[in-house]
C-alpha cells in the first residue's frame, strides 16, 4: 500500500507558477513509476505527466509540454510538478498516482494509488 498526498496547489495569475508535491509514504517508493493527472469540472480526469521509477525518462501530455517539468526525488519519497506560463485552461484539480512497472504510462487505469487531489485555479 502506498499513501499519496499533494500539496502545493492554490490560485494564481495567468502567466504565473506553481510548484505541486505529492509525499509518499507506506511501502518503498523507489520501484513505483509517477503520474499527474488532472480534473477540471464536468470533464475526464486526463493525463498531465509521467515519470520513470529512475527518474530519467518523462512524458508530458501535449497540453503541457515546454511550460511542466515532473521530477522525483526518491530519497524523500517525493515527487513534483513544476507549473509554469499557466493558463486558465490548466484549472483543474491535480492529482498523484502511482503504478508498478517500469514504463512510463499515461493511461489511469494503470495506476493503482492516488491521492485525494489540491485544487489549481488560474485567473485570466
Known amino acids: 500500500q502506498v499513501q499519496l498526498v499533494e500539496s502545493g496547489g492554490g490560485l494564481v495569475q495567468a502567466g504565473g507558477s506553481l510548484r505541486l508535491s505529492c509525499a509518499a509514504s507506506g511501502r518503498t517508493f523507489s520501484p513505483y513509476a509517477m503520474g499527474w493527472f488532472r480534473q477540471a469540472p464536468g470533464k475526464e480526469r486526463e493525463f498531465v505527466a509521467a515519470i520513470n521509477r529512475s527518474g530519467l525518462s518523462t512524458y508530458y501530455a501535449d497540453s503541457v509540454k515546454g511550460r511542466f517539468t515532473i521530477s522525483r526525488d526518491n530519497a524523500k519519497n517525493m515527487v513534483y510538478l513544476q507549473m509554469n506560463s499557466l493558463e486558465p485552461e490548466d484549472t483543474a484539480v491535480y492529482y498523484c498516482?502511482?503504478?508498478?512497472?517500469?514504463?512510463?504510462?499515461?493511461?489511469?487505469?494503470?495506476?493503482?494509488?492516488w491521492g485525494q487531489g489540491t485544487q489549481v485555479t488560474v485567473s485570466s
Open positions: 498516482a502511482a503504478r508498478s512497472g517500469t514504463s512510463l504510462s499515461y493511461s489511469l487505469h494503470e495506476y493503482r494509488y
